[in-house]
């Protein structure tokens, strides 16, 4: 199993500079998220999934189909159902769901689909190492970047041990999913106590190996990452920029709204 969502490839995406790629993450997250219409959307989801296909990130997107599968189907009834404002659909007089609440309901899926897209490419194409490098070039202070970059090195850790708890359960006897819901849930009571002792355990080791390798020194750190900035990261930057700049345009001159809301 595989623990880390990051695909070993030498596409143009992965040889970015660091900084690049933060600052289209960010960029694109905030073009994505002054639209409301899923038609300006579509185009920045359009995108991302080309450059998903580009980098060969598809595996990524197949381990998180399921996020995918709620994104589509739970914003969609939500903003149709209680945003009834706006004009109801003549062929379906008989439920209270507006043209309007329909509309931002799909926008919002497409919106959170292309967060979720968006993010999954950057994971895929940059190492955690990369990710706390460009913090540091950003100025932030080395325990800001690790703290910020610790989740994406545990939460993997935890989910295999959880797998591993779940593995040794079943060979003595214990069959997890089996019987009514109470029970089952009784069950995994027994995975989260040992899944919960080893987090304990874990943590005091990387303090220990923290505190043994001067984490709290004061001293100024260096890292063994060395990303020369290029004339194609250059250009990276001044495209996403580009299409950043067009989407706060056509959302300040009130484009991509929906107005009944």
């Not at 709620?70 to 404002?85: E, G, Q, T």
């Not at 490419?121 to 202070?141: D, K, N, Q």
């Amino acid at each position: 199993m595989a623990l880390f969502l990051y695909l070993d490839h030498r596409t143009f995406v992965h040889r970015r500079h660091p900084l690049v790629k933060v600052a289209a993450l960010l960029l694109f997250f905030v073009s994505a998220f002054v639209m409301e219409h899923p038609l300006f959307i579509l185009p920045l989801s359009a995108s991302v999934a080309a450059l998903i296909l580009w980098t060969k990130s598809t595996p990524t997107l197949q381990r998180i189909r399921v996020l995918f599968l709620f994104i589509a189907i739970f914003p969609v009834l939500i903003w149709s159902v209680f945003y009834r404002n706006g004009t109801p659909f003549p062929t379906l007089p008989f439920l209270p769901i507006t043209q309007e609440g329909a509309l931002y309901g799909l926008g919002m899926a497409a919106k959170l689909g292309t967060f979720l897209a968006t993010g999954a490419l950057f994971l895929s194409t940059t190492r955690i190492e990369e990710f706390a490098y460009a913090f540091t070039l950003l100025g932030l202070p080395y325990r800001i970047s690790f703290t910020l970059t610790l989740a994406f090195r545990l939460v993997p850790l935890f989910l295999e041990s959880a797998v591993t708890v779940v593995q040794a359960q079943r060979c003595r006897g214990l069959d997890i999913n089996s019987g009514p819901l109470f029970q089952r849930l009784r069950h995994y009571v027994l995975v989260l106590i040992p899944v919960f002792m080893g987090a304990l355990r874990r943590a005091d080791q990387m303090s220990i190996a923290l505190e043994v390798r001067g984490f709290n020194s004061g001293r100024p750190r260096s890292s063994f990452q060395r990303a020369p900035w290029t004339g194609a990261d250059t250009l990276a930057v001044i495209a996403v920029l580009a299409v950043t700049a067009l989407y706060l345009s056509l959302w300040s001159a009130g484009y991509g709204r929906i107005r009944s809301l």
